[in-house]
């Protein structure tokens, strides 16, 4: 008997066919998000979960999803799966880790340069019709070129962002990191290593790129923030729960540091209502991987996954044994 997948999220028709040569598919149509009872009630009975971000896999699922055996998520990060759960009831979860490096890294410089260079506010101004005249200050933003680029996690991700920064742009690179990189890969990139604490204080403009944890929740709050400098930037395109919204509003309000711009959010897709005010910042909705190229890439590694799984190979790129 064939075994049955689910794919909780509406996936490109070449992966639904690859799945469907291999398992009995059911396949969630449309972009809704299945709420939790629904999620449940399609796991019944299936050996794997073909998910993305937005599904939560929980220990209490897993226990309501016996047959469960595998779940394969179409993201590089996995904060939405409880890992040590899937280990110990031996559900193999994998990743989408390395397709995606070069896309994100490239919006994350996109996302610095359009927040230091103030263009969200510039385009708003522009469709109100607010463009009177050019003038020796407007819309000045804050240089790039030639500063200091702090990076928080300096994974794959950040050290894209390290040489794009440096060899594009004539960055100094700082960072911070749980561990600290080979000294071949710092001098590769001309990277130094800094407390978390100096990183913020010597940063012009600080990258978030590490992974969401509890330990990362909230890793930048009011403390933190009031380390920057005044004319520093703050740039996410982590997870939402790294910063504390709040007191980010109160930061860019009153000026304590110059400008944000945030790809990823608290509540997504909700988005706190304070940060809507607020002329200094740059709202994205989650787009960092977003090019039809590596989100293909990342489907079909995550459907190379299910059915190495699943029929007993080695997965190309899985989390837990
Ligand atoms: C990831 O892969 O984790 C992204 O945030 C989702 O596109």
Redesign the pocket.
Known sequence: MRKKILIARRAPADVIERLAACFEVDAVEGDGVLAPDELRARLQGKAGAYI??TERITAELLDACPALRAVC??????NHIDLAACTARGVLVT??PDV?TET?ADLGFALLMATARRMSEGERLLRDGQWKSWSWDFLAGAEVHGTTLGILGMGRIGQALARRARFGFGMEIAYHNRSRLPADTERELGARYLSKDDLLRQADHLVLVLPYSAASHHCIAAAELSLMKPTATLVN???GGIVDENALVAALRERRIAAAGLD?FEGEPRVNPALLTLPNIVLIP?????TLPT?LA?ARLAADNLVAALTGATPPTPLNP
């Open positions: 993305t971000g998520t179409m993201s590089v990060g996995y990743n989408t995606l994100t395109i982590a997870r990823v989650h787009i960092g991987s977003a989100r990342m």
